[in-house]
């Protein structure tokens, strides 16, 4: 059984910081296209950063790059996503999804398994 669980949400003011986590058991992070999505009230679910594919690819919305950083430790089978200088706009419930794959995806329905996702307010 695959499971993701994410943790590391919270209240933080604009400006500051917060690294989530996505612990994955059932699946080997390392061979695995691994995402980041959130989805703010009212709002569809938005694509964040993605790693994997062939190359170990690395993509981000254009609204995080330069603040957002995600990564991945093979021995803690763990995502992270590092988010810096954060936002109001940022506020949102941050999911992380996973899919054995070749390639990487903005497309959320191209991911299989998904995380219970973790809450992020930005407080301005």
């Known amino acids: 059984q695959v499971q993701l669980v994410e943790s590391g949400g919270g209240l933080v003011q604009a400006g500051g910081s917060l690294t989530l986590s996505c612990a994955v058991s059932?699946?080997?992070?390392?061979?695995?296209?691994v995402a980041w999505f959130r989805q703010a009230p009212g709002k569809e679910r938005e694509f964040v950063a993605n790693?994997?594919?062939?190359?170990?690819?690395?993509d981000y919305t254009d609204s995080v790059k330069g603040r957002f950083t995600i990564s991945r430790d093979s021995a803690k089978n763990t995502a992270y996503l590092q988010m810096n200088s954060l936002k109001f706009e940022d506020t949102a419930v941050y999911y992380c999804?996973?899919?054995?794959?070749?390639?990487?995806?903005?497309?959320?329905?191209?991911?299989?398994?998904w995380g219970q996702g973790t809450q992020v307010t930005v407080s301005s």
């Open positions: 059932g699946r080997t992070i390392s061979r695995e296209t």
């Open positions: 790693i994997g594919g062939t190359w170990d690819n690395i």
């Open positions: 999804a996973l899919e054995q794959a070749s390639w990487v995806s903005r497309n959320p329905a191209m991911y299989t398994y």
